[in-house]
């Protein structure tokens, strides 16, 4: 059986500080980054929206 897993990028405006990240569960995750719920990188530098669309595919 195989886990399906999402890289997504998120930055802090235009051209600026991008963040690169794995996980399992899109959706919580950028609900986490969005509200400052885990500290770090994301939280220290307001890391919270996507630069680019993101999309899936099946292997």
Request: proline share 3%.
């Amino acid at each position: 059986m195989f886990n399906t897993y999402f890289v997504y990028i998120l930055a802090n405006k235009r051209n600026g500080t991008l963040y690169i990240g794995v996980t399992n569960n899109l959706e919580r995750r950028v609900y986490e980054h969005k509200n400052n719920m885990v500290k770090g990188f994301t939280s220290k530098y307001s890391v919270h929206q996507p630069p680019v669309e993101s999309f899936g595919g099946d292997k």
